[in-house]
């Protein structure tokens, strides 16, 4: 079945601070990856996509990292502004691009 | 550019009845994508095309559902006859190269359809 999955649901992050959002998958063999961003009423969104070679990436206040180890992703967001409220995805391809659930980001005031 | 464009946004529509959904993918993508998302089952692709030329197309669920692509600018998602287990937000995405680059998938809006 389908492995790429995240380990919460919903997550809530105090304006200005640090978000990460988690993703476990479970095939090794898949060899790039990608966070898509899904606001209320749009199609996902590009964010940034890492390939298997890699440990890390940055984008602008994005960074993905890549724990081959222990089938590991993870999205940081620098200093989460109220425009970074939404669900964020994690994808991962193997022969096709598998999504994830989805992680919802709740910004606090 | 316009980005994708789908059509209709919202759809309701009765049990039995056929549904078309419309997209138009962005110029000179050669990748066309249908994807539909439920609260259950995450997103899923359902088929995709390479210039115009269906290449995968095992993600559609059963033969009620069926994709054209008559030309590189327009694309069709039918279903026929709908059933309520098909309420759904169906996404169409097109991109520049296929899934084994890293070219960006871009989205549509989606078309939310109700089947009641």
């Known amino acids: 079945g389908e492995s790429v999955g995240l380990h919460l649901p919903t997550l809530s992050v105090q304006e200005g601070d640090n978000s990460i959002i988690n993703c476990a998958y479970s095939?090794?063999?898949?060899?790039?990856f990608i966070w898509y961003k899904q606001e209320s009423g749009k199609g996902p969104q590009f964010i940034i996509d890492i390939r298997s070679n890699m440990d890390k990436r940055q984008g602008q206040r994005v960074t993905v990292l890549l724990n081959k180890t222990v089938k590991h992703l993870s999205l940081q967001i620098a200093a989460t502004q109220p425009g970074d409220s939404a669900v964020y995805f994690c994808?991962?391809?193997?022969?096709?691009?598998?999504f994830g659930k989805g992680t919802r980001l709740h910004i606090l005031p | 550019d316009a980005g994708v464009i789908q059509s209709p946004r919202h759809e309701v529509t009765e049990m039995g009845q056929e549904v078309t959904l419309r997209c138009k993918p962005i110029?000179?993508?050669?990748?066309l994508f249908w994807y539909r998302q439920t609260m259950m089952r995450g997103l899923e692709l359902l088929i995709y095309f390479n210039n115009n030329v269906p290449i995968d197309d095992s993600g559609m669920p059963e033969d009620r559902f069926s994709a054209k692509m008559p030309n590189a600018s327009f694309s069709t998602l039918k279903i026929q006859p709908s059933e309520p287990r098909d309420s759904a937000v169906y996404f169409c995405a097109s991109s520049l190269s296929g899934i084994s680059s890293t070219d960006t998938q871009y989205f549509g809006p989606g078309t939310r359809l109700t089947v009641l």
């Open positions: 095939n090794s063999a898949s060899d790039y």
């Open positions: 994808a991962e391809r193997r022969d096709k691009i598998i």
């Open positions: 110029s000179g993508h050669d990748y």
